[in-house]
Nanobody
Framework: VQLVESGGGSVQAGGSLRLSCATSSYTVSSVCMGWFRQAPGKEREGVAAIHTTVGSTYYADSVRGRFTISHDKVKNTVYLQMNSLKPVDTAMYYC??????????????????WGQGTQVTVS
């Protein structure tokens, strides 16, 4: 499974961005799609995830109410709509895939596939 992110960029605080993660194929290994971010000097943290077969969504407390994760089955693409962005949201954002979201949803070590990342800068 190959993952390709896009949509990052620079935005002022309070603005919005939509990240996309295109997947090369939809398999049992990519049922759970997650978004992670990593700021310089910090550990990679889980932001949101979606269990694509049932549509269950998961959000970190830091982004709940501001970010929305969604999945387009036809396009095999996962989106992360980010609103009310803050400077603390500045990071490299990665999408990742694994077989289920039902355990260790925010633990990056449990994900099997990763994209190359897209930079988000909020000033």
């Amino acid at each position: 499974v190959q993952l390709v992110e896009s949509g990052g960029g620079s935005v002022q605080a309070g603005g919005s961005l939509r990240l996309s993660c295109a997947t090369s194929s939809y398999t049992v290994s990519s049922v759970c799609m997650g978004w992670f971010r990593q700021a310089p000097g910090k550990e990679r943290e889980g932001v949101a995830a979606i269990h694509t077969t049932v549509g269950s969504t998961y959000y970190a407390d830091s982004v709940r109410g501001r970010f929305t994760i969604s999945h387009d089955k036809v396009k095999n693409t996962v989106y992360l709509q980010m609103n009310s962005l803050k400077p603390v949201d500045t990071a490299m954002y990665y999408c990742a895939a694994k077989s289920t979201c039902y355990y260790s949803t925010y633990d990056p070590s449990t994900y099997s596939y990763w994209g190359q990342g897209t930079q988000v800068t909020v000033s």
